[in-house]
């Protein structure tokens, strides 16, 4: 980020705004839930750069990303066939061991024996 933004500068001399998009959602954990859809990275900003960080699905449920997954034929990552990883499972909600072996949440339905594997780590 901090080249293209010296060329852009350099270039233009006037400072660049960055939007960031993330795919995190507010139900995947208390932190995130605390965020907004668009809030200033403060961190990330400097007098070269303005960075936003924009979470379009934040609002969305497990239920609806699955939908819209299922409606537009968009691939997802095989990791939710499987259960999910152990570390994804550690620090998000969705993978939260409220769930039942006989009602996993997400993909985890689709593949029992797989979930079983998983929830056991």
């Known amino acids: 980020m901090t080249r293209l933004v ?6 233009y001399r006037r ?4 939007l960031n998009c993330m795919g995190m959602r507010a139900e995947e954990s208390p932190a995130r839930m605390k965020r907004t ?6 961190g990330a900003s400097n007098g070269k750069r303005t960075v936003y960080t924009w979470l379009p699905l934040h609002t969305w449920t497990v239920k609806r ?8 034929g ?3 990552s095989p990791v939710y066939d499987w259960g999910g990883c152990p570390a994804c499972r550690a620090h998000s909600a969705y993978w939260r061991p409220s769930a039942t072996l ?15 594997a998983w929830s056991s780590t």
């Open 102 to 116: 006989s009602s996993p949440p997400g993909s985890g339905r689709r593949r029992p024996p797989r979930w079983s």
């Open 74 to 76: 968009l691939p997802y």
């Open 65 to 72: 990303v699955w939908s819209e997954i299922a409606r537009s």
């Open 6 to 11: 010296d060329e852009f500068t350099g270039r």
């Open 37 to 42: 859809m668009l809030e200033l990275d403060q």
């Open 15 to 18: 400072p660049v705004r960055i």
